[in-house]
Structure formats: structure tokens, C-alpha cells
């Protein structure tokens, strides 16, 4: 299964069960600044007990590989499992909604957009550049992270929120970052 229809199967998947989702990570920052190889799917969900069987039954092997335990683990503590295509070996990375005010904003923030011919919930780019910036830092200066916020600044940077993004950058503690894309930015 190629990577657009695993990304195709995992927002059916989700919406069929009433899921809410926002798709985010190196994809995102693909699809809004310039693209690159990344074997990841990372989602944000809205997932509950009750639906881990849900997602556990519909990835299922021989094609799937998924710890059904690991999936209610991360659903207590409110943390992320993974799933992994044992064909293609794509790895879909899910992250719990947290009561976090920054997971709160961007997954209230999400849009719709059309990716590979699917409408699909996705973080806006101003929230993919300050994830990308806190990845960064969290990672002791991810060259990588940083570039993905770069690029994705620039390509986007007429049709940011500068407000939103300098009050985030403030309260995440990434402001160094964030002034070092503006001064980086072509």
C-alpha cells in the first residue's frame, strides 16, 4: 500500500468512526513548504477508550501491525502509539489530544484541504512552523525540524498570522527560533 492510499485509509478509518483527527508532522510540512521523504503519517486524535478497538480492528495484520494495549496505554496517559504497514513499512504515528492551550489552539485551528484527491483535516501552517520549532528545540536544535519551519515559512509567509505566531513563539519559549526564520527566510 503506498503512502497516499495508507494516509487515504487512516482519515476513512477516523471519520467512519467519528474521530476527530488533524493531520500534522513532516507530511504537513511537505505539503505547506517544500516537500520531502518522510516514511511517517503523524495525526493528531480526539480518541477515547471506546474507540480503540475501533482503530485496532481496522489495522489489523497481516497487513498491520498494532499493540492493542499500547493503543489504551497511550489513550490513559494521553501520550502517542504507532501503527506500522508491514508492507510498505510507513508508520503511522498517533498523538492524544492533550489539555495542553497549544494542542488546544492548532487542533481547533485545523482546515480542510484537499490532499491527493481526499479532504483532510490539517494543522495550519502558522501551528506547522511553531510544532516544527518546538520539535527543534526539544531535539537540541533539529537542523532538520528548523528547516521544515523554514520552509514552510517561506513559501507560506504572505498569508501567515504574524500575531498568532509571535504571541505562540512567546509562550512555547521558541522565540530565538522563530526570529532566526524571519531573519533566515529568502
Do not use: C
Request: proline fraction near 2%; aromatic fraction near 8%.
Amino acid at each position: 500500500m503506498s503512502q497516499q492510499e495508507l494516509l487515504k485509509k487512516v482519515v476513512r478509518v477516523l471519520e467512519d468512526a467519528r474521530i476527530d483527527y488533524m493531520l500534522t508532522g513532516s507530511l504537513v510540512s511537505s505539503l505547506q513548504g517544500e516537500p520531502r521523504l518522510t516514511h511517517d503519517i503523524d495525526v493528531v486524535v480526539a480518541l477515547q477508550k471506546t474507540d480503540a478497538r475501533k482503530v485496532v480492528e481496522a489495522f489489523s495484520a497481516p497487513d498491520f501491525y498494532v499493540d492493542e494495549k499500547s493503543v489504551v496505554d497511550a489513550i490513559e496517559r494521553r501520550s502517542q502509539f504507532n501503527i506500522l504497514s508491514v508492507e510498505g513499512g510507513d508508520k503511522i504515528d498517533f498523538w492524544l489530544l492533550t489539555d495542553d492551550p497549544f494542542d488546544l489552539s492548532r487542533f481547533a485551528r485545523k482546515q480542510n484541504e484537499e490532499v491527493f484527491g481526499t479532504q483532510i483535516k490539517v494543522s495550519r501552517p502558522e501551528d506547522t512552523i511553531l510544532v516544527k520549532l518546538r520539535w527543534a528545540k526539544l531535539s537540541g536544535g533539529s537542523e532538520k525540524q528548523f528547516g521544515d519551519a523554514l520552509r514552510v515559512y517561506e513559501v507560506q509567509k504572505g498569508d501567515l498570522d504574524l500575531d498568532y505566531l509571535n504571541s505562540w513563539a512567546a509562550r512555547l519559549d521558541i522565540e530565538s527560533l522563530w526570529r532566526r526564520i524571519q531573519k533566515e527566510a529568502v
